[in-house]
């Protein structure tokens, strides 16, 4: 059987607020609160050849609890497949091996296993489909307003980002609509932790090499190619601090950018501190 070149990524739409601190003036991230439980975080698996089914899983996590512990008691998730929001059809890209799954008293996170028909995906156009779980009500849990859905999407294009430097040239905009402008010649762009189409800068807006780390894990944002378009996730700031990096719209669905023809990207996104907001536009030429 002919080698089929497959990426699959799993898009995550979930929009998350943190708190932060101006600047230099950084704090994390405090997820304590109500008995919370859903869908968090990104999560991207990858397969380049035909391997026929493939299971996957994707967790839904306990988030917090008003008293720092987990779930006293078991909690029943029913997960759904929504259709109308779907282009990839079950039974065809995908199946669910089943449509509850229980997150044990105790326990910080469920599975729900997902097989991916490698085989019946289309190589060339990305196709998704949305999950969304619910659970009875009591018991003192509910699902986070942003947190109840996920979207998964299969991806047949491979990105080649790593194999160049870049000039990256900034022009970027202070609270006060004030310009700022960053030339960052010879910029690399590696994959992040190692995962194919998912990278990382090596700056941020007007923090350069060194400017952010330590003691944040790096210096630079995290950002995924899909067959061409850049999508930003929310994230923290070098990966540390409590300033959120996200597309310029707030919509981690949409894109933030793209990667020309001839290797060029370009990337619009915004670094936000208590619902305000520096503007920032990246174009990276390609060496």
Not at 5 to 34: M, P, R, Y
Request: glycine residues 10%; negative net charge; proline residues 4%.
């Amino acid at each position: 059987m002919k080698t089929i070149k497959i990426t699959l990524f799993f898009i995550v739409a979930l929009l998350a607020f943190s708190a932060c601190q101006e600047d230099q003036e950084f704090t994390s991230v405090d997820k304590n609160g109500a008995y919370i439980v859903g869908f968090e975080g990104a999560k991207t698996i990858s397969h380049f050849e035909d391997k026929g089914p493939v299971v996957s899983v994707v967790p839904v996590k306990f988030l917090g609890g008003g008293d720092g512990q987990f779930l006293k008691e078991d909690l029943e998730v029913t997960i759904k497949v929504l259709a109308d929001k779907s282009s990839a059809t079950e039974g065809t890209e995908f199946s669910l091996e089943t449509k509850k799954v229980t997150l044990k008293a105790g326990d910080d996170f469920a599975l729900i296993p997902l097989t991916v028909n490698t085989g019946s995906l289309n190589l060339s156009v990305p196709s998704k489909v949305v999950l969304e779980i619910s659970i009875e009500q009591g018991n003192n849990v509910v699902i986070g307003s942003n947190n109840n859905q996920i979207a998964i999407t299969f991806v047949g294009c491979k990105a080649t980002l790593e194999d160049f430097t870049y000039d990256n040239k900034m022009v970027g905009a202070e609270y006060d609509g004030s310009p700022t402008l960053r030339d960052y010649p010879n910029e690399p762009i590696v994959l992040h932790d190692g995962t194919p189409n998912l990278y990382r800068t090596a700056t941020t807006f007007r923090w350069g090499v060194g400017d952010l780390s330590p003691p944040a894990n790096y210096d630079g944002y995290v950002f995924e190619v899909i067959c061409g378009e850049v999508f930003i996730k929310d994230q923290q700031l070098g990966g540390y601090w409590g300033n959120v990096v996200q597309s310029l719209d707030g919509d981690e669905s949409t894109p933030a950018g793209k990667v020309d023809a001839d290797g060029n990207i370009t990337i619009e996104y915004k670094v936000v501190f208590d619902g305000k907001f520096r503007k920032v536009k990246s174009t990276y030429t390609k060496k």
